[in-house]
């Protein structure tokens, strides 16, 4: 059964950063591209960010773009990400997701297959 898994949500003061982790099980996606998205309350699912297989290809929403850098450690089935100088429009849960069968980044969530449960990211200001 495959899982994924967020972890490192929390609350943080306006201006303060956050890593967070997800970390995937029962099956291997270091061939595959992965992504983060966000949804606020009553707000629809968000691109946050993409990266490809190897890592070398990544690609942010502009609202992130500068503050926030998505890696993975394919040994360890793990992707990241660190969010510096967060705000507070960046309250959303916090969700992982890898592609089936494509290893290209994506900016779609409808473009991807496998997703964790989420994780709470709370900016105050």
């Known amino acids: 059964q495959v899982q994924m898994v967020e972890s490192g949500g929390g609350l943080v003061q306006a201006g303060g950063s956050l890593r967070l982790s997800c970390a995937a099980s029962?099956?291997?996606?270091?061939?595959?591209?992965m992504g983060w998205f966000r949804q606020a309350p009553g707000k629809e699912r968000e691109f946050v960010a993409t990266?490809?297989?190897?890592?070398?290809?990544?690609y942010y929403a502009d609202s992130v773009k500068g503050r926030f850098t998505i890696s993975r450690d394919n040994a360890k089935n793990t992707m990241y990400l660190q969010m510096n100088s967060l705000k507070p429009e960046d309250t959303a849960v916090y969700y992982c997701a890898a592609r089936l069968d494509y290893s290209d980044p994506y900016q779609r969530p409808d473009g991807y297959s496998y997703w964790g449960q989420g994780t709470q990211v709370t900016v105050s200001s």
């Open positions: 990266i490809n297989w190897s890592g070398l290809s990544t």
């Open positions: 029962g099956r291997s996606f270091s061939t595959n591209a």
